[in-house]
């Protein structure tokens, strides 16, 4: 089931909390919503759930208006909020009893739907525990059951990973990317890292708007523009290989760090350079050792686009 986000527009007095946003999330994708905090990521996943009230634009889900089709299309949605809210004094099996049977599953059904959440959350030697005594980490696998009970067609996640250590991060990484084999996910952070290795394709918000949309490869390439390549030349004379590689038609821009050629070339045409810079080693004898592709930072890339 897909998301359509037309023209998004929401203002809390004079701030721009989202301000005029379109973007699609197709069914079976991953999409990482990424950006500062205070950028507009939760408000916007607010409305999209229709716990706000859009100011002005659309949200079509499954082609659906969220506006007119609330009720109908909010059991295809499961939620989990940045503060993932559990009653700490359930345990584990309760709660998610008491949460199915929210989500109207058949009575028939839900003991062995809670069993299928458990055992796919990694919740089965918690399962009698009071939530109150859970680790963090656990409390959001619950937090994961509870907005899955009902099989969503689409899952909605701010910040989940949000306060875990690296390896709970791990395991809920891995946890989001097996249930997105099936589902639409929309995915909030702020965390780098983990766009890059659970989404996609990443939506970058800033100030409310989005300044960025594409896979993390394709966004580092946006941002540098052009592509730069590591090179070493074995058996030239250092001013005579730098002023040949120089003059080459698709090289913007050449400089020597460490022994190293540091070659940027004309985004368009970067195999050409690959090409010419061989040709060139062949023509005079040269050893080409090493040419190794610089990616840019994800990092220099989000910073690049949210400073402002």
Same mark, same amino acid.
């Given at each position: 089931m897909d998301i359509v986000i037309e023209n998004l527009s929401k203002n809390y007095g004079s701030q721009k909390a989202v301000d005029n946003i379109s973007f699609k999330v197709k069914q079976g994708e991953i999409l990482g919503f990424l950006g500062p905090n205070g950028a507009? $990521?939760?408000?916007? @996943?607010?409305?999209?759930?229709?716990?706000? %009230?859009? #100011?002005?634009?659309? +949200?079509?889900?499954?082609?659906?208006?969220?506006?007119?089709?609330s009720a109908e299309l909010k059991k295809y949605i499961g939620y989990l909020p940045e503060h993932n809210p559990?009653?700490?004094?359930?345990?584990?099996?309760?709660?998610?009893k008491y949460y199915g049977s929210l989500q109207d599953v058949k009575k028939s059904e839900l003991q062995d739907r809670v069993k299928e959440m458990i055992?796919?959350?990694?919740?089965?030697?918690?399962?009698?525990?009071?939530?109150?005594e859970l680790s963090k980490g656990y409390r959001?696998?619950?937090?994961?059951?509870?907005?899955?009970?009902? $099989?969503?067609?689409? @899952?909605?996640?701010?910040?989940?990973?949000? %306060?875990? #250590?690296?390896?709970? +991060?791990?395991e809920i990484r891995n946890l989001i990317r097996e249930l997105g084999k099936d589902k639409?996910?929309?995915?909030?952070?702020?965390?780098?890292?983990?766009v890059e290795a659970t989404c996609d394709r990443i939506l970058i918000i800033n100030n409310g708007?989005?300044?960025?949309?594409?896979?993390?490869?394709?966004?580092?390439?946006?941002?540098?523009?052009?592509?730069?390549?590591?090179?070493k030349i074995l058996d030239g004379e250092k001013d005579s290989v730098f002023n040949s590689i120089h003059a080459l038609?698709?090289?913007?821009?050449?400089?020597?760090?460490?022994g190293y050629y540091i070659v940027q070339s004309k985004s368009d045409i970067?195999?050409?350079?690959?090409?010419?810079?061989?040709?060139?080693c062949v023509k005079n004898n040269w050893v080409l050792s090493e040419m190794i592709p610089v990616e840019t930072k994800f990092e220099d890339v989000f910073r690049t686009l949210t400073k402002n």
């Open positions: 507009g $990521k939760t408000t916007c @996943l607010k409305m999209i759930i229709n716990y706000l %009230g859009a #100011d002005k634009g659309e +949200i079509l889900i499954g082609g659906k208006s969220i506006k007119t089709h559990l009653y700490l004094d359930m345990t584990v099996i309760d709660y998610l055992i796919k959350c990694g919740l089965d030697k918690e399962k009698h525990k009071k939530i109150a959001q696998r619950v937090g994961l059951a509870q907005a899955i009970i009902h $099989k969503p067609d689409i @899952l909605i996640l701010d910040e989940p990973t949000t %306060g875990l #250590d690296p390896n709970q +991060i791990v639409t996910v929309l995915f909030s952070t702020h965390i780098l890292s983990e708007r989005i300044v960025a949309n594409g896979t993390a490869q394709s966004l580092r390439t946006q941002a540098s523009g052009n592509r730069v390549y590591k090179t038609d698709s090289v913007t821009d050449l400089q020597i760090d460490n970067e195999n050409a350079t690959n090409r010419e810079i061989f040709n060139l």
